[in-house]
């Protein structure tokens, strides 16, 4: 009985967090279409603060940073909602009109071949959808070994139980490289409206270039407060950790 009404109460908590969700996405987009961009993106953070995140959040909070000429905090909330919904048709084409107001404009720098390769199958999936996959290949080999010592079908027993543990050994260490890839080297967006790029991490090293709200960066090292970045045309240097925001 007390178990049962432990779950109960558990239950109703979920139920009213989720009301009070409602509530306040009902406020914020009240206050969007009356135009209160700020009051929308304070019930909107509210919303975010409480542990919720969605692409739907995302994208409004986007919307409204829009709205409000906060130019960086835009494409920051366009590219965390595209990361949730990365097929999703309005978030591509506000982030990109949202990128089309920046004021840096950098070359691609082209790719070295067997990185491009290596990220772009790193990339197929998602470490959890990495990790799901091997959980299933692993049960295929599972199911191999049930047959290759207890039935007749022994042969396609040991051929299952062969590719399912490649397999699945091959995408465990795919979902590990990649999470740990995105943890090593998260994209960041540059939130200050200028912002000077050092040689060094320090207030005292050289000048190299000036970087400006809403620029998209890759982490490539983190040192006490300062963060190494590297930019799409192969330049890099140091800023501040301050002035950027991790996409995750």
């Known amino acids: 009985m007390r178990m049962r009404l432990i779950l109960l109460s558990l239950i109703c908590l979920s139920n009213l967090a989720t009301a009070q969700v409602q509530d306040l996405f009902k406020a914020a987009n009240k206050a969007y279409q009356a135009e209160d961009y700020a009051l929308a993106i304070r019930l909107y953070d509210s919303i975010h603060k409480e542990d919720y995140e969605s692409a739907e959040l995302y994208y409004n909070l986007g919307n409204s940073h829009y709205q409000n000429g906060a130019l960086a905090y835009a494409i920051l909330n366009y590219e965390r909602a595209l990361k949730l919904k990365p097929d999703d048709e309005e978030i591509q084409h506000n982030l990109k009109l949202a990128q089309s107001k920046r004021v840096d404009r950098l070359d691609e720098m082209p790719p070295n071949l067997f990185k491009a390769f290596r990220l772009s199958i790193l990339q197929l999936f998602s470490p959890d959808n990495w990790a799901r996959l091997g959980i299933a290949w692993?049960?295929?080999?599972?199911?191999g070994l049930g047959l290759y010592l207890f039935s007749t079908w022994?042969?396609?027993?040991?051929?299952?139980?062969?590719?399912?543990?490649?397999?699945?050994?091959?995408?465990?260490?795919m979902a590990y490289s990649h999470a740990h890839y995105q943890a090593e080297h998260p994209e960041l967006i540059v939130m200050s409206d200028s912002a000077y790029v050092k040689s060094g991490p320090s207030t005292e090293a050289e000048d190299l270039f000036i970087l400006h709200a809403g620029t998209k960066a890759l982490q490539v090292e983190a040192f006490e407060s300062w963060t190494k970045i590297r930019l799409s045309d192969g330049k890099i240097g140091w800023l501040p950790s301050k002035q950027i925001e991790a996409i995750p």
């Open 154 to 173: 022994g042969r396609i027993g040991f051929i299952s139980l062969l590719a399912g543990s490649l397999l699945g050994g091959f995408s465990l260490v």
């Open 138 to 143: 692993l049960g295929l080999a599972l199911i």
